[in-house]
Structure formats: C-alpha cells, structure tokens
C-alpha cells in the first residue's frame, strides 16, 4: 500500500505564494497519474491538476497560469507551486495516485490533506 503524505500548506494572503509537497512511501515512477485535488467548505472535491507518467499536464481552467505541478521521481515526491493565490484557492488539498498495475488491478491512493487558507 502507497502512503502519501502532504506538505506545505497554511495560510498567506492574495497574491501570495506556497509549494504543496506530497512524498510518497513507494517510487513513483511507475504511477499512471498523480494529481492534486481539493475540496471547499460546500464545494464538491475538485481536480486541481495532474501529471502523467509521460510528463502530460493538466489544470482546471481557474488555476491555468497559476499553478504548476511536478513530478520528481528520483524524490518520489509530487509538488504543486501554487502563485497569485485567490481567496478562492483556498481548500484542503490532496495528493492522488492513481490507474492500473500491469495485473489489471486499479490503484487509487490519496494523502490525508493540506490546508490551504487565502485570506488577508
């Protein structure tokens, strides 16, 4: 069983910037895709971003141009450089590992959270 562990939150004012980091227990170089959600008080769970195990992007469309993800296998670590944050970035956020083992069986494990707080 992957455990990933988040990184990284807390609070900073618009504008401002942070660098969520999730490290993983297992190489996550064979990972189909990692990404980053995040869920709002009263939101449901929203897909922040993600990076395949090719090196593809993607971002919702309010983060384009904001947020950038990265995967370095050799830290077994994913990380999310989160710039010009809004009041409404703010969320508990979640590191995802997810697809299917060359078994056929699907895998989909998830960190415990970050809180992330916008706010002057």
């Known amino acids: 069983q992957v455990r990933l562990v988040e990184s990284g939150g807390g609070l900073v004012q618009p504008g401002g910037s942070l660098t969520l980091s999730c490290v993983s227990s297992e190489s996550i170089f064979g990972l189909q895709t990692m990404a980053w959600y995040r869920h709002a008080p009263g939101k449901q769970r929203e897909l922040v971003a993600d990076i395949t195990r090719g090196g593809s992007t993607f971002y919702t469309d309010s983060v384009k141009g904001r947020f950038t993800i990265v995967k370095d296998n050799d830290k077994n670590t994913l990380f999310l450089q989160m710039d010009n944050l809004k009041p409404e970035d703010t969320a508990v956020y979640y590191c995802?590992?997810?697809?299917?083992?060359?078994?056929?069986?699907?895998?989909?494990?998830w960190g415990q959270g970050t809180q992330v707080t916008v706010s002057v």
């Open positions: 995802n590992g997810a697809g299917v083992n060359p078994g056929g069986w699907k895998y989909d494990y």
